[in-house]
């Protein structure tokens, strides 16, 4: 590779967001719901569905593009995209949205999910025993390896990472519920969130029965989650004409490495580091020229709470093995040095798949967040292997 | 074991993976040699990324190893498996690294670094597939 190439800086802006309900049964389809959430951020953009000619989502996602397009009455989409890497993929809507407008290729672009995660045909961290359906374009082909010796959820893929991880800097699973309990208690105040007025004790996360011994309590957990979340993205120019003030997608990256996997990633040498975050931030900080001092919040992927260490340190805001004294120090609360999570995460608000923490990101720049860090003005989004740098600047 | 015990699930064979599942069956643990260059690797796949050679050897393993991680898994539930599960990850003396599980231990015995060996055990379906055993239970 000669120099590092990375989205031009700024060029596209988030200028719509939108979401449904987060509950744990919607009571109608992926498809309705993320009708529903597009509506809700074409409104929010000052737009109608005729101004839009692309759309992006995860390869995961159940609706199909033909079905949306004729529902919610798009006119004509001249790009489309997938994101693969699951969860982990998250924020590779925001990567390809704006590379999209960038280069020309699209002009308005939608970004969205819609899951049942918890009352659709398979709750998302059941025990399943085949590859999904969607193997061979998910990522799930190496999952083979798991499921004959019983490593048949996303708790117990992530756990083997985690546990490395704990042994090799001495990390408690106190120090997961540490994390937990700043999660929940930003929830608490987040009508939206799962957690709404239901903080918990370090004393309750420890009683949590275990999931995955020594390192994943039940409140380590996310909460399967149904709903939907979508997002607008257009170009900074015609961006300033509308009617919110634009977040800018200052830069978006993906890091993808050798032997990597997305939730059994278990054959890179070094397992209690997630190198990925570390290239993914080097590909954010260094290489898109933005400094950590910079960030006023972030929005980690915290699916389960250890990942969610794993990527502070991985990032950069915090030594290898330091993630725990960090947060300790109240790092992620409001008054802290990284505000983090500030919806309560996908641990504390709901599981929409990662994409919740994007509109988070764009609620706090905006000023409207439930728990508003003062005078936000950056932001970085982490999925671990793909993230965003989101600024007014 | 009676007839109504936990058995777990067959693998999915593939073409790709068929070369270590197919050994398994036979009692034998092995991985793919690269013809080209001698690097081992695992899981398998059709080309070496060291030096791009499609051919292949097997190489035979002593099953031999150590426990790099683990993770004692208690819920959700599957039938065909007993609980809790000890997921394991590996580090065969060869130099590979597998994902399996682990018998015949307590779970407040398991050490991350413990050595291991591979031993086979049936699935639904009959097909054999490597777990491991401490090495000083021999
Ligand atoms: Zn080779």
């Known amino acids: 590779m000669t120099g590092r190439r990375t989205l031009a800086r700024g060029a596209a802006s988030i ?29 929010d953009a000052g737009m109608a569905a005729a101004d839009v000619d692309g759309i992006v989502s995860y390869t995961v996602d159940p609706v199909e593009e033909t079905e949306l397009v004729r529902s919610v009455g798009f006119e004509e989409i001249n790009f489309s995209a997938r994101i693969p890497y699951g969860g982990g993929g998250s924020v590779g809507v925001l990567q390809h949205a704006a590379a999209a407008v960038a280069s020309g290729a699209a002009e308005v672009v939608v970004a969205y999910r819609a899951i049942r995660a918890r009352s659709g045909a398979s709750r998302f961290g059941s025990a399943k025993t ?72 370090l004393d309750e996360h420890q009683e949590s029965r275990w999931i995955v011994e020594p390192c994943i309590h039940l409140l380590d957990c996310c909460q399967e989650t149904d709903g939907s979340v979508a997002l607008v993205i257009t170009g900074s120019q015609r961006a300033a004409d509308l009617p919110h003030t634009p977040v800018r997608i200052g830069t978006a990256s993906t890091a993808g490495l050798f032997e990597q996997e997305i939730a059994s990633d278990h054959y890179r040498p070094d397992l209690s580091v997630m190198d990925g975050t570390v290239a993914l931030g080097r590909r954010l900080f260094e290489d898109a020229g933005f400094s950590r001092d910079d960030i006023d919040v972030a929005l980690i992927y915290d699916a389960f709470s250890p990942i969610l260490l794993m990527q502070l340190e991985g990032l950069g805001f915090c030594g290898f093995g330091e993630a725990k004294d960090f947060i300790a120090d109240g ?63 | ?88 990850l590996v580090d065969l003396e ?43 239970d021999l």
């Open chain 1, 15 to 43: 200028v719509g967001a939108g979401c449904t309900e987060f509950s744990r049964r919607a009571g109608r389809t992926e498809l309705q719901l993320a009708c529903e959430s597009i509506t809700a951020a074409l409104d």
């Open chain 1, 130 to 201: 085949a590859p999904s359906p969607t193997s061979g374009h998910s990522g799930t082909t190496a999952m083979q390896w798991c499921m004959p010796f019983g490593v048949l959820t996303p708790a117990s893929w992530m756990a083997l990472n985690s546990v490395r991880y704990m042994h090799e800097f001495g990390v408690e699973s106190a120090d997961f519920g540490r994390a937990v309990v700043q999660l929940r208690e930003y929830a608490a105040t987040n009508p939206a969130a799962w957690g709404y007025q239901n903080p918990i004790t």
């Open chain 1, 331 to 393: 790092s992620l609360a409001l008054d802290g040095s990284l505000p983090t999570n500030t919806n309560g995460g996908l641990i504390g608000e709901g599981y929409i798949h990662g994409l919740n923490l994007v509109l988070e990101a764009v609620r706090q720049l905006r000023g409207t967040a439930v728990n508003q860090v003062a005078d936000a003005r950056t932001a970085v989004i982490s999925a671990s292997r793909t993230g965003a740098i989101l600024t007014l600047d």
């Open chain 2, 1 to 88: 074991m009676a007839a109504d015990a936990p058995i777990r699930p067959s693998p999915t064979v593939t073409d790709d993976s068929a070369v270590f599942w197919d050994a398994a069956a036979e009692c034998r643990l092995v991985a793919q040699r690269c013809a080209g260059c001698g690097r081992l690797r695992h899981p398998p796949r059709p080309m070496c990324p060291a030096c791009s050679s499609l051919e292949v050897e097997i190489a035979e393993l002593s099953g031999q190893g150590t426990l790099y991680s683990y993770a004692i898994l208690h819920h959700p539930q599957h039938p065909a498996f007993e609980y809790p599960v000890i997921a394991a």
């Open chain 2, 94 to 136: 060869e130099g590979v690294r597998l994902l399996s599980c682990l018998t015949d231990v307590s779970k407040d015995d398991v050490r991350i670094g413990m050595p291991v060996h591979a031993h086979f055990v049936p699935t639904a379906d009959g097909p054999l597939i490597p777990v491991f055993r401490p090495s000083e």
